[in-house]
């Protein structure tokens, strides 16, 4: 019952509208998109490079928590995914993406935001599961 009431309270918090588009550095390096609906879930799509040279994708859906400030807001997130990764010598793996805490400063006069989140992932492939850690810093700008 009590995660029910906090899900709700999240889902219900006062958040921008309009679509984030940057760029993420750390594992993975590349661009990235978050949709901003107004409420405190809010889907990422992030497509780039994993250790230099083969290809990424994750989409999560994170939930907000916001800490309102004078000029900037703060916003504390986590959320769950699904990742896709070409790894080398023509192995494709995929699996399950926890960004398990994220951190988010968005400007209240520039529509700017930066992040930084750290996401644990579980690898299938080729009948192998490996573990790992993914995470970066990145910016954005809110178009609306």
Avoid at 131 to 143: A, K, N, P, Y
């Amino acid at each position: 019952m009590m995660g029910y009431i906090l899900l709700v309270n999240l889902a219900s918090a006062p958040l921008q509208k309009g679509v984030g588009l940057g760029f993420i550095v750390g594992l993975p390096t590349g661009v990235d998109v978050k949709f901003w609906n107004g409420q405190g879930i809010c889907p990422v799509l992030v497509a780039g490079v994993n250790d230099g040279s083969n290809f990424h994708f994750h989409g999560d859906i994170n939930l907000h928590y916001p800490i309102d400030a004078q000029s900037v807001n703060f916003l504390l997130y986590y959320g769950a995914g699904i990742k896709a990764e070409e790894e080398p010598r023509d192995r494709f793996v995929f699996g399950p993406r926890v960004p398990v805490i994220g951190f988010e400063m968005t400007l209240s006069e520039v529509p700017l935001d930066f992040f930084l989140e750290v996401a644990p992932t579980l690898e299938f492939g080729e009948g192998d599961l490996d573990f790992e850690f993914e995470g970066g810093l990145g910016m954005r700008i809110t178009v609306k």
